[in-house]
């Protein structure tokens, strides 16, 4: 699809290269820089407030995009790395993951009746929301193995893909899907439209993002690297091969398994990153220690109106989600990244807002 | 490249279509049917003969790629996935990645003295051949080992892409990477100028067969899925971060651990598949396992004078490097999978060989 994007922008461009000869041929009189000048018809990133964060995008797509930029980068090299989780779209109040892995705990234990007594499985049948936020991470990663494990990797797809189908936010009341930000759509449309390979790079599972980030992103599943289990192959009773999801964790994609993920799985080092927390750190800082020019940006969740603030970095509550700390935005400053501001940067923050 | 490849192929058919327009147009008396049946202008496979193999690839292009097939698939599930030694190069008398470890040990003692004395080592300094053809496969990994790991990735890719450039098999005295096996290059052409995407699904290691892949075959380093190591971030003096490669080991991408690393790396089931040995057997039955329109394949060495004959299947020798088992042929033939026979089947084993 990048390709694609690509293709018809240099068509586009060859196409207005002619039109322009030849309106020079009929009318000689007319100044030729006038022409040459001519904007873009369309701002590639119409959701985006005018500023440094907008301005940063267009600079470095600009230099890394341009044969006669001393920084120009051939199409195969222009890889971007996306985190997913309050980067791309909302995290909050809980990651949309694990609210689906609370709510297959039911047909576990429908499954599993002896569950029903045994904890954390107890507190989550008890529907007790408050009790549920309160589980402590070992009794999560129960959850998490229990629902996410011991399945084919075909049943596990089908399962997801009809729940993400379906599924809706508290606040919103729409399906998490579509509460992607619509600015960070453009970003993505626009790296792909100049030769980009977008990538997700999510602490969630590779899996669970992979039956969903063709239609919701337009990034196929072979660019979603996430957190991975282990999976076995063998036979099922008709003879039948199969691939089950085994309870070990192969790839924790969060932190220093970022970069580690990307070199496993993508094998060469990305020249734009974008995240939003201190899972994300390491990815940013891979990023931005290859040669030429980078591009790292860090999305701030300063808008309590229109989604969520919070992140100690602006004095706003530290909800352990997400976590944008004082050190990641000392860090930032120091090494030039870009913080993005929900509040100031961004004129609208989802699609069915309507045309900015 | 696939997608230019694709793209290229398409606008050739547009073009004949306007071609033979114009035809129709300017001697209105020429049949019609004698230019809708004028068979494709260029064979996409000269190095292969007439036979069943060269058939069964043409039909499953066909049946894949046409719109009108029930069979058709779109273009982003062309997967297909290739073993690389034995099926794309030549595998003989050892595979090129260990004569690299070997020929990396030098080196080794020189950083290490230590090790002069310790075996496997001291054998593989000895530079007896034949002594080293019967090291144990424990003292071959801890070769791999020490000469794979330790080093940060970047290190790594430009000494193996150092060593690649220059070293020379002993048969025919050329690089490895011109031993690469004309036929299948062209399997390579085709499928990608028909739209799919061709990725390696290798045995070696991933992050050796990358540093060449996209130079020798035209696929780039993330469609390279192949035995992968842990990686550690870590940051150097100067606060660089790094990337090193790690004594572990995360995918052995062999028998079983291949469609458990193609669900990793790809995340899609393969359409068609291409092997020689036991350890693609399970790759070949994953794809097999899918539905619609398949292709799997196996190359059988059977060619003593232009490459080597080995596998018991045929009555050849068993050399443990690549083996064709009988049980293997027998599966091909209940499954109705390929055997392609490089004698009967190839016209030109090599491109050097210069066109059929």
């Known amino acids: 699809m990048g390709s694609t994007l690509w293709r018809s922008s240099i068509n586009r461009r060859a196409l207005l290269g002619t039109l322009a000869a030849v309106a020079i ?20 990133l119409p959701s985006w407030n005018d500023g440094p964060a907008k301005q940063a995008i267009m600079n470095f797509v600009k230099a890394t995009t341009d044969q006669s930029s001393p920084d120009f980068v051939p199409p195969e090299a222009r890889i971007a790395t996306f985190d997913q989780d309050g980067t791309l779209w909302v995290e909050h109040p ?8 609370l709510e297959r705990v039911p047909a576990l234990v429908k499954a599993k009746p002896e569950l029903v007594n045994v904890e954390p499985f107890k507190t989550v049948m008890s529907g007790d929301r408050e009790a549920m936020a309160k589980l402590s991470t070992p009794d999560l990663e129960k959850i998490l193995y229990a629902t996410l494990t011991g399945m084919t990797v075909d049943a596990f797809s089908a399962e997801a893909a009809k729940w993400i189908a379906t599924a809706k936010d508290g606040r919103w009341k729409r399906p998490y899907t579509e509460l ?5 759509q453009e970003v993505l449309s626009y790296l792909r439209a100049k030769g980009f390979k977008t990538y997700i790079v999510t602490g ?9 980030s063709e239609r919701v992103y337009g990034i196929p599943p072979e660019q979603v690297v996430g957190t991975a289990g282990g999976y076995m192959y063998s036979y099922d009773k008709d003879g ?3 691939l089950t999801k085994e309870p070990k964790l192969l790839l924790n994609d969060n932190d220093a398994g970022k970069p580690e993920g990307i070199h496993l799985m993508i094998g060469r080092r990305p020249i734009a990153a974008f995240g939003n927390s201190t899972g994300d750190q390491q990815m940013l800082e891979y990023t931005g220690a290859g040669d030429g020019a980078r591009l790292e940006m860090l999305v701030l969740h ?24 004082q050190a ?21 923050i ?4 309507g045309a900015p």
Chains 1, 2 share one sequence.
């Open 25 to 44: 041929l009929s009318t000689p009189l007319l100044p030729v820089s006038a022409l040459a000048e001519t904007p873009p018809a369309t701002d590639p």
């Open 94 to 101: 809980m990651y949309t993951q694990v609210e689906y892995c």
């Open 180 to 184: 992607t930000y619509q600015p960070m």
């Open 204 to 212: 969630g599972g590779q899996d669970f993002v992979r039956t969903y």
């Open 240 to 242: 039948k091969p199969i």
């Open 302 to 325: 300063d808008d309590p109106a229109r989604e969520y603030a919070y992140g100690p970095a602006e004095g706003l509550p530290d909800t352990k989600v997400g976590t944008f700390t």
């Open 328 to 348: 990641l935005y000392d860090e930032a400053k120091k090494d030039g990244w870009t913080v993005v501001s929900m509040k100031n940067d961004w004129k609208r």
């Open 350 to 353: 989802f699609g069915f807002e």
